[in-house]
């Protein structure tokens, strides 16, 4: 079953911030974040694992709410490169680490 | 470093025709996966593989077949191709997940159109 992904799209100016969520309805292992541009391959972002921690990367940061199976990134300060699809990964507490992606967060960072 | 390397990058086929996308790794990785891209859908996993010779279903495997006979070489077949298949392909690759923090690395992807 999808992770369900909002808000489904965003549009920004460059500067401003934006939160994309991330809600499962299964126990979760950990949560990935990818971002992928036109007509390019998903690029890693960070990796969240339970035990509700946080990370960073740049202006960049994501948390996980083992309570209530949902993740969320946060871009502050967005830049124009910040713009793409945002797709979360999640992984239920089995042997093998496969992942189930939503359906993305199209996000458009304009001048 | 090439990292995940996939052939071809585009295709057209005729339905019926069948076809052989390859997915190569030079990261040693254990963990490889099929996925493929649909507008408004995501990835959705069609086949993956946790070692040489080993190979499991994933959420949308109808219609496809993989083998991995190689630990750097993950196949994924079409055997009699279908308008639905259109699509786009990505390969991926990962270290067990008993690595800790170990993210997929994808290749760049085959464009499949089928007529």
């Known amino acids: 079953q999808q992770p369900v992904q909002s808000p489904q799209a965003v549009i920004l100016r460059e500067g401003e911030d934006a939160v994309i969520n991330c809600s499962s309805s299964k126990a979760l292992y950990s949560v990935h974040w990818y971002r992928q541009k036109h007509g390019e391959a998903p690029v890693f972002l960070m990796i969240?694992?339970?035990?509700?921690e946080q990370k960073g990367h740049d202006k960049i940061s994501a948390s996980f709410n083992e309570k209530k199976q949902q993740s969320s990134l946060y871009l502050t300060a967005s830049q124009l490169s910040y713009s793409g699809t945002y797709f979360c990964g999640t992984e239920v507490d089995s042997g093998y680490s496969t992942l189930t992606f939503g359906k993305g967060t199209m996000l458009l960072v304009s001048p | 470093n090439a990292g995940v390397t996939q052939t071809p990058k585009f295709r057209v086929l005729k339905t019926g025709q069948s076809m052989t996308l390859l997915c190569a790794q030079d990261m040693n990785h254990e963990y490889m996966y099929w996925y493929r891209q649909d507008p408004g859908m995501g990835l959705r996993l069609i086949h993956y593989s946790v070692g040489e010779g080993t190979t499991a279903k994933g959420e949308v495997p109808d219609g496809y077949n993989v083998s991995r006979l190689k630990k750097q070489n993950f196949l994924l077949g079409l055997e009699s191709a279908a308008p639905s298949q259109t699509s786009v392909y990505f390969c991926?690759?990962?270290?067990?997940?008993?690595?800790?923090?170990?993210?997929?690395?994808f290749g760049d992807g085959t464009r499949l159109s089928i007529l």
């Open positions: 969240l694992l339970k035990g509700g």
């Open positions: 991926a690759s990962s270290r067990p997940r008993q690595n800790r923090n170990q993210p997929q690395h």
